[in-house]
T-cell receptor, first 111, second 113 residues
Framework: RKEVEQDPGPFNVPEGATVAFNCTYS??????FFWYRQDCRKEPKLLMS???SGNEDGRFTAQLNRASQYISLLIRDSKLSDSATYLC????????????FGAGTRLAVHP | EAEVAQSPRYKITEKSQAVAFWCDPI?????LYWYRQILGQGPELLVQ????????DSQLPKDRFSAERLKGVDSTLKIQPAELGDSAMYLC???????????FGPGTRLTVT
């Protein structure tokens, strides 16, 4: 079983739709959580950190459920420019900072 | 906005040849990472430096890959000899002292023929 698992998609949604991505992680001692966005053939870019209390940045909302080891990302009012792969990322506990990346969920927003 | 620099952006090489990639992290970032990303997968850590010291190279194929960060600033990743299966995107990242988030360079796309 992979340490971080995501639905690969693709999610094909019309502009204006609300879409949610889910992610599960296996290491219960994981300490920090992130969503990264990666455009085709580009580098991953930090989208947002995920906090236990949940956090929102404009149209994006991230939530963490430590008991279920589950992370989510909600995108409201989807734009064409949101089309990308969204990577769920977990900071492995202990020792030096090490991020474990999921394989990503692909989102395609169409007119 | 400070960025991680990488070069070259693209590299085509024949199998059994040597290839090297360079990375310059964001100024002040003591931690530097090299990742390999195969199409359709997430980045996988190859090696992690804290200043000039390697702190994790457990996933680095040491028979053919080497990495150094001699002065604790920029870094070089080398493959010798390259194999067909090494074709991938090689990403460098750095992280600030204040937090675990990592910032990536544009990557080097390697094609081995």
């Amino acid at each position: 079983r992979k340490e971080v698992e995501q639905d690969p998609g693709p999610f094909n949604v019309p502009e204006g739709a609300t879409v949610a991505f889910n992610c599960t992680y296996s290491n219960s001692a994981s300490q920090s959580f992130f969503w990264y966005r990666q455009d085709c053939r580009k580098e991953p870019k930090l989208l947002m950190s995920v906090y236990s209390s949940g956090n929102e940045d404009g149209r994006f909302t991230a939530q963490l459920n430590r008991a279920s080891q589950y992370i989510s990302l909600l995108i409201r009012d989807s734009k064409l420019s949101d089309s990308a792969t969204y990577l769920c990322v977990v900071n492995r506990a202990g020792g030096y900072n090490k991020l474990i990346f999921g394989a990503g969920t692909r989102l395609a927003v169409h007119p | 906005e400070a960025e991680v620099a990488q070069s070259p952006r693209y590299k085509i090489t024949e199998k059994s040849q040597a290839v090297a990639f360079w990375c310059d992290p964001i100024s002040g970032h003591a931690t530097l990472y090299w990742y390999r990303q195969i199409l359709g997968q997430g980045p996988e850590l190859l090696v992690q430096f804290q200043d000039e010291s390697v702190v994790d190279d457990s996933q680095l194929p040491k028979d053919r890959f080497s990495a150094e960060r001699l002065k604790g600033v920029d870094s070089t990743l080398k493959i010798q000899p390259a194999e067909l299966g090494d074709s991938a995107m090689y990403l460098c990242a750095s992280s600030p002292p204040t937090g675990p988030e990592q910032y990536f360079g544009p990557g080097t796309r390697l094609t081995v023929t």
